[in-house]
């Protein structure tokens, strides 16, 4: 038996090189993709960075702590309190001392040129030059700042080396702080470093414009340290943290940073990988079936010369492992080199960090390797089921037409699929509409439709069949009529040649016009709630806005002004679980003037220093329940909910008083003109302070064109790897299926030459065919986007959110033109070699 696999696979050497393909590019996929996110588990280890020269360090903890019945449960602290006074007074008694202050600083050259930034965005951070003894820093050029109106910048080693770049000693700079934007000179440059932008004043004008201590850096023994700042702070319930050796790093400017970048980075590859697999099994368990299905008449000959079902099946699964094997080592070692071009990719386009780079895991491996050995076999396991039931008197029959192409199996799997998805969709619609936003839902909801769908595909063929070549088969010629018979005929070559179109087109749209929808959703929402004229937003996300400035707009004739702090509370839900909510800290007297906030229950007027607003996604939302929530600073308070939001987009935060943001800045300014008041007075003087202390003043439509974006850069980054992986598979599984097809179709492109069918006529309608496929494939890929586009839309309007639709028509043109032109390739190209020989070559070679 094994010599007659062996022979088999000799003589349809083109179904089984698909076969091979189709399988070594699956496993190649999987491969790749599971080793760049194996290589995001593990962040890099880190020694201290800013504090790398400081024997002890001491300040304020930022983790909130708090005892559970399952443990201690911890949270990042957003507004970390300073470090007390007299802490620092006993500390000095040990030793010498270095109070570091950080405050957010930008500058610019006088010259021209935008605010300095770092790569993030946020502003650069202000310190005390004494500290700098204890950090990387150390001069390069010039000297340290003496009087006030002096300052030390940090420079990149490119901008040094840049003749007339950058900036240098002596320059005069614009540098914009808490208390407002001066010119200064440039006494001194130290180099730059990856976790921030410095800028150095004098110790003195530190103090002035940060009164607060953030750190301090003690020269003593840690030990006695401990001992002093426990003896300090008895009493008082104040957290303070001293650090010393690794723990130093605690203290760096976010020091979680190369973790939290990971976890973008691994939640985008987890769906990449994610979406990989099931592309990979769905085209590989598709091309398996169909390469079985085209040897029904081997299988059908076989039992009439006496082969049992047993050994038919037997066949079929040696055959499947002898192609498994080496294609899927093929897929590991195309994974294994694919992996580092797709790591360096990521990091050059900033989806992941610089340090990102492929490990020395080998687990991806093994797991490609069994996945497509079990994947093949799969697919196999049903046709050869069938194949082996061919009863010897029906084998010639059964091999001529595709009937039976849907058992009870069948009918039955691509029910409870079917169910499952749109099931899921109405349970989600019902219980938790928010749920339909969130990508886990509508990535992994498509997949459930899309196997429906091609599990019914040959039902749904010929009804679609005949629809899309209704015009065509009533124009003059035999193209458009063969076509569709063809096609309807061939209900397994037209499903399998369809399926890679479907998951494309299917794919793609739920996809981008799911991103796309939430995207114009949460613009459309932010639109609403904000009535303001003008909004004035801080850089990064620890920006701040200069003091005077918002003394100035704040006493602007004619505008009603509102501003607010970025801050964050914490609830303990369930009494385990430490849940956190960004908040806003507002006057809600001056907040009802320029925004409309979705209320659901209560009044956010009630608004107080003992009340908070909270949205429907906490466990406790009864307007008037007490609530326990932990501050910014991680100070525990009793407060009223006295308003509940909708949950909407889930933008709709918290909202308390400044009282209960202490340490919060003011980062956002919103301005609405008065009824009645000078418009354009308005816009002048606010225009006019914003110049005077560089805040960047922009109109509500500008700022929601930057805040809102219909289209971010790094979700589009992430769409296009996620996209292009599986649409460039799919794409050569849809030229690799119908090579497969053509080449088995030589016997019907003879019969047709004999039947005087000119070479051109017999291409125009290979080509055909190929164009009504894909016709189909692009209706049943575009039904199932339409139903999940359909369940968002729902979910929208449950959340009040009126937003239309966006459905990527372009770039769904555009795919379907591509699978056109790929599929007519793929189809034209086998048959014009075909064509080459006589045709009563291959006259007796029709299946």
């Excluded at 303001?532 to 002004?561: H, S």
């Excluded at 849940?579 to 925004?595: H, I, M, T, Y």
């Excluded at 407060?639 to 209960?660: D, E």
């Excluded at 919103?670 to 960047?696: H, K, P, Q």
């Amino acid at each position: 038996m094994l010599r007659l696999t062996l022979q088999g696979m000799r003589a349809r050497w083109v179904t089984f090189t698909g076969s091979f393909v189709a399988l070594a590019l699956g496993v190649g996929l999987i491969a790749a993709t599971g080793l760049a996110l194996a290589a995001t588990f593990q962040a890099p280890h880190r020694g201290p960075e800013r504090f790398a020269a400081a024997p002890v360090v001491v300040r304020a903890a930022d983790t909130l702590r708090v005892s559970t019945p399952i443990g201690e449960r911890t949270q990042r602290l957003t507004d970390p309190r300073a470090v007390p006074a007299e802490v620092a007074a006993e500390l000095a008694r040990l030793g010498r001392t270095v109070e570091d202050r950080t405050f957010p600083v930008s500058y610019a050259s006088l010259g021209g040129g935008a605010d300095r930034t770092d790569g993030e965005g946020a502003a650069a951070a202000g310190h005390p030059w004494s500290v700098a003894a204890a950090t990387p820093y150390r001069l390069t050029d010039g000297r340290a700042p003496r009087t006030p109106g002096e300052v030390v910048v940090a420079v990149a080693a490119r901008e040094r080396d840049r003749s007339g770049g950058g900036v240098a000693v002596g320059n005069r700079v614009r540098v914009v702080t808490p208390a407002g934007a001066d010119s200064r000179t440039v006494v001194g440059t130290v180099a730059a470093t990856d976790f921030e932008t410095a800028v150095f004043f004098t110790d003195s004008e530190a103090a002035q414009l940060s009164p607060r201590i953030d750190a301090l850096v003690v020269h003593a023994d840690a030990a006695a340290v401990r001992k002093a700042v426990r003896n300090a702070v008895r009493g008082t319930g104040s957290g303070i943290d001293v650090l010393t050796g690794d723990e130093r790093r605690r203290a760096d400017p976010d020091p979680d940073r190369d973790s939290e970048a990971l976890v973008s980075v691994n939640a985008l590859l987890g769906t990449a990988a994610g979406i990989t697999c099931f592309v990979s099994v769905f085209v590989v368990a598709s091309t398996f079936a169909f390469a079985v299905a085209q040897r029904r008449r081997e299988f059908g000959l076989l039992r009439t010369a006496g082969a049992t079902a047993r050994q038919i099946r037997r066949t079929v699964f040696a055959e499947a492992v002898l192609v498994a094997v080496p294609a899927s080592a093929a897929g590991c070692l195309l994974g294994a080199v694919g992996a580092p071009p797709l790591a360096a990719w990521m990091v050059d386009s900033g989806v992941a960090p610089s340090w990102f780079a492929i490990g020395d895991q080998t687990w991806p491996l093994h797991t490609a390797f069994w996945t497509g050995l079990c994947v093949a076999v799969a697919g196999v396991l049903t046709s050869s089921w069938r194949a082996g039931r061919i009863k010897p008197t029906e084998a010639l029959r059964e091999a001529a037409l595709d009937n039976g192409t849907m058992p009870p199996s069948r009918w039955l799997l691509g029910a409870l699929l079917l169910l499952a998805g749109l099931g899921l969709l109405v349970w989600s619609l019902a219980t938790d509409p928010g749920e339909a936003l969130k990508r886990k839902t509508y990535i992994t909801r498509p997949m459930l439709l899309i196997v429906g769908f091609a599990l019914y595909a040959p039902v749904l063929v010929p009804p679609l069949v005949r629809l899309v070549t209704w015009l065509p088969a009533r124009l003059p010629g035999a193209t458009g009529l063969l076509a569709r018979e063809n096609a309807a005929t061939g209900v397994r070559r037209t499903a399998a040649v369809a399926a890679p179109v479907l998951i494309t087109v299917a794919l793609a749209v739920s996809l981008l016009g799911t991103t796309a929808t939430i995207n114009e959703a949460k613009a459309t929402e932010a639109a609403t709630q904000t009535t303001a004229d003008y909004v004035v937003a801080a850089p990064g996300d620890k920006g701040a806005l200069p003091a005077p400035f918002v003394t100035r707009a704040q006493n602007i004739p004619g505008a009603a002004v509102s501003a607010s702090r970025s801050t964050a509370v914490t609830v303990l839900e369930e009494g385990v679980a430490l849940v956190r909510s960004e908040a806003r800290a507002v006057d809600p007297a001056a907040l009802a003037a320029v925004s409309r906030l979705p209320v659901a229950s209560g009044r956010v007027a009630d608004l107080d220093d003992g009340g908070i607003v909270v949205n429907e996604e906490w466990l406790t939302r009864t307007v008037g329940q007490r609530v326990r929530v932990w501050l910014g600073d991680g100070r525990e308070v009793t407060l009223r909910i006295v308003a509940v939001l909708r949950t909407g987009t889930g933008g709709n935060g918290v909202y308390v008083t400044p009282r209960n943001a202490p340490g919060a800045p003011v980062d956002r300014v919103d301005v609405a003109v008065r009824d009645g008041a000078d418009a354009s007075a308005v816009d002048a003087a606010l225009r006019e302070a914003g110049a005077a202390t560089r805040a960047t003043v922009l109109t509500k439509d500008e700022w929601l064109a930057r805040s809102h974006p219909r289209s971010s850069e790094s979700t589009r980054l992430g769409l296009l790897l996620i996209l292009g992986i599986a649409l460039l598979y799919t794409g050569i599984a849809l030229a690799n299926t119908l090579v497969m097809a053509t080449s088995d179709r030589v016997g019907d492109l003879a019969v047709l030459r004999l039947a005087g069918a000119t070479k051109p006529q017999v291409l125009r309608l290979v080509a055909a065919e190929a164009l009504v496929v894909v016709a189909v494939g692009s209706l049943l890929g575009g039904a199932v986007a339409g139903l999940n586009l359909l369940g968002l839309r729902g979910a929208l309007a449950l959340l009040s959110v009126r937003s239309p639709l966006v459905v990527p028509w372009g770039d769904l043109g555009a795919m379907v033109a591509a699978s056109a032109v790929l599929a007519v390739l793929a189809a034209v190209v086998p048959a014009l070699t075909a064509l080459r020989t006589r045709p009563v070559e291959h006259a007796g070679t029709r299946e």
